[in-house]
């Protein structure tokens, strides 16, 4: 079973991810590949806040 990472700790690595995309200090398939672990993060990422954005609609008009 796959180790569910917390919101925090993605975010993390995609600050790292961004970090060495820009000091292009690595080879261009390295690059690559940081690319798209980042891209799927941040689409994780936006999942994750979408969600909560709806929970937090939803606990709103439960009180209102």
């Not at 000091?23 to 690559?32: K, L, R, T, Y």
């Not at 980042?38 to 937090?56: H, P, R, V, Y």
Request: no cysteine.
């Amino acid at each position: 079973m796959a180790k569910k990472i917390s919101f925090e700790n993605k975010i993390n690595a995609l600050e790292e991810i961004v970090s060495q995309l820009e000091s292009a200090d690595i080879p261009i398939e390295e690059m690559i590949r940081k690319y798209e672990e980042g891209m799927k993060l941040s689409i994780e990422l936006k999942e994750f806040l979408e969600k909560a954005e709806q929970k937090i609609i939803e606990i709103k008009g439960n009180v209102e």
